[in-house]
């Protein structure tokens, strides 16, 4: 929401003038936080966990999925980044193939890049052929005995060159890893809060009809401050409190992070960003494939809303 907004400014200042404090001590804005966020997401997604970093977020998925499904493999995507824990070193080949190699339980799918990738926009249909691979994937596993927990992905690929996957893809690729037991991760910590512009969160430009499993957040969520949540449904949330073993997080939902939190829902809201980031992104697509038309070195302009990608050719 910009560089020391002053409404996030003045929320924290006179927060942390009143009470900030260890979270296993009750305080209001906690709830009044998870009830604002939870009008942002579908119904299903109702349970909270609050974090300090998007990192936090992601490996706490990681944990949610293994509990309720009682399986380890992962599903993600190539070029992937997921944070910097080394739980999720594991699972981003973007870290991993530099370090020390993919683990067992890792699976890599290719990126549903209809540009560069192995299925382009001249194919039939790319969405059911990408979504193969994922499926591909399971099978293979199963034949070695091992069983899918997840197919974690950020909604749009950012470090994997600010992807559009089409549209149908995650419905397609969630079904065969149901199917399979595991459940579905979309990882909005880049690109969530409205910065696609036409929907508060990337994973609903796939459409109405598809709800992840769990969703992770992080970055702009606090507007620079250490703050991030993972929302789920209440199935897997009771799963993971059957082990009788509570998830606890000194700091992940303190008083001063949920008033940080609430007014950049606030600035959101009252500052029109979302419809801002439409129109800034539509404008700067116009002018960038403009250029494209002059350069042949441009060879894709992509994005929707302030996440756009310039593909640069020889």
Request: proline letters at 4%; charged letters at 20%; one cysteine or more.
């Amino acid at each position: 929401v910009g560089h020391c907004h002053p409404d996030i400014v003045k929320a924290a200042h006179e927060q942390n003038q009143l009470l900030n404090t260890n979270s296993r001590y009750l305080h209001d804005n906690l709830v009044d936080y998870a009830e604002r966020l939870s009008k942002t997401l579908p119904e299903k997604l109702c349970i909270f966990y609050f974090l300090n970093s998007g990192s936090e977020a992601n490996d706490l998925a990681l944990r949610l999925a293994r509990q309720y499904t009682k399986h380890e493999d992962v599903i993600v995507l190539d070029h992937a980044y997921h944070g910097h824990l080394t739980s999720l070193i594991d699972i981003s080949p973007y870290k991993f193939r530099n370090l020390e190699g993919q683990k067992e339980w890792v699976h890599v799918a290719p990126v549903p890049d209809t540009y560069r990738g192995l299925y382009r926009e001249d194919h039939e249909d790319s969405v059911t052929a990408y979504a193969d691979e994922v499926k591909n994937i399971i099978e293979h596993a199963h034949k070695r005995g091992r069983k899918i927990a997840a197919f974690f992905v950020e909604s749009l690929p950012s470090v994997g060159g600010q992807i559009i996957p089409p549209a149908g893809y995650f419905q397609k690729v969630a079904k065969h890893v149901h199917k399979a037991g595991g459940i579905f991760i979309a990882d909005e910590i880049q690109v969530g809060f409205g910065r696609v512009g036409k929907h508060f969160w990337a994973f609903q430009l796939q459409g109405e009809d598809f709800i992840p499993d769990i969703v992770t957040m992080g970055k702009p969520i606090g507007n620079g401050h250490p703050l991030a949540c993972v929302a789920t449904t209440k199935e897997i949330a009771e799963a993971f409190a059957a082990t009788g073993v509570e998830y606890f997080n000194t700091f992940g939902g303190n008083p001063v992070s949920c008033a940080i939190g609430l007014a950049v829902l606030d600035v959101i809201e009252k500052e029109h960003l979302q419809a801002h980031a439409t129109e800034v992104g539509n404008f700067l697509m116009k002018i960038l494939k403009e250029q494209q038309m002059k350069h042949p070195i441009i060879g894709d302009v992509r994005g929707c809303g302030l996440f756009i990608g310039v593909d640069l050719i020889k």
